[in-house]
């Protein structure tokens, strides 16, 4: 199953265009790839999808989008001036079917994949490059907080959006340069 756009993917989706223009961007968990589409016609100066799914990544490449089967940053090479994740960020519910779960749940608690991506992605960040993140009120944001002040990543949140059961979130993280 590919992860389809929805109100998470639109609300992130909204913002590239303020970021991509003449910036190298990834796209990591590219899924249908709506964002990494919106940072081309954003004027990116290029632009990389990833995903681990690789039905994803027939998709993208049927699109004529640069893309990478990947897990995370397992298989990404170099440095990125954006890099947009929208993961999956809901706690594990044990009546969901695996085939979507892929697509929706961020672990245990729910903030397990994002505390990965964060704990990598400093690596693939230009020094005065951004990360736009989207979280939801239903993803515990305490460990997730903590772990941004310790890589010494400043956050603010861009964006949000209220629907009928969560809030959502997009989050502009930048390297602390002194």
């Known amino acids: 199953m590919i992860y389809q756009q929805a109100e998470d993917s639109e609300l992130l989706k909204s913002q590239i265009k303020k970021y991509a223009k003449n910036k190298s961007v990834l796209d990591l968990g590219s899924g249908s790839g709506i964002l990494a589409e919106e940072a081309i016609i954003s004027k990116a100066r290029n632009v990389?999808?990833?995903?681990?799914?690789?039905?994803?990544?027939r998709l993208l490449k049927q699109k004529n989008i640069s893309s990478v089967k990947s897990d995370l940053?397992?298989?990404?090479?170099?440095?990125f001036d954006l890099i947009i994740f929208n993961p999956p960020y809901l706690p594990e519910d044990a009546m969901e079917p695996k085939s979507s779960a892929l697509s929706t749940t961020g672990g245990k608690k729910g903030d397990?994949?994002?505390?990965?991506f964060l704990k990598q992605a400093g690596k693939h960040?230009?020094?005065?490059?951004?990360?736009l993140l989207l979280l939801s009120s239903l993803t515990p944001k305490k460990r997730?907080?903590?772990?941004?002040?310790s890589k010494y990543f400043r956050h603010k949140i861009i964006t949000k959006k209220k629907?009928?059961?969560?809030?959502?979130?997009?989050?502009?993280?930048?390297?602390?340069?002194?």
């Not at 990389?48 to 990544?57: R, Y």
């Open 48 to 57: 990389l999808a990833s995903d681990i799914n690789p039905d994803a990544i």
């Open 112 to 116: 397990e994949i994002i505390l990965k």
């Open 73 to 79: 940053f397992l298989n990404i090479k170099g440095r």
């Open 163 to 178: 629907i009928f059961f969560e809030e959502l979130y997009v989050l502009e993280i930048s390297k602390n340069i002194v």
């Open 125 to 131: 960040l230009n020094p005065h490059g951004k990360i």
């Open 144 to 149: 997730i907080l903590n772990l941004l002040e």
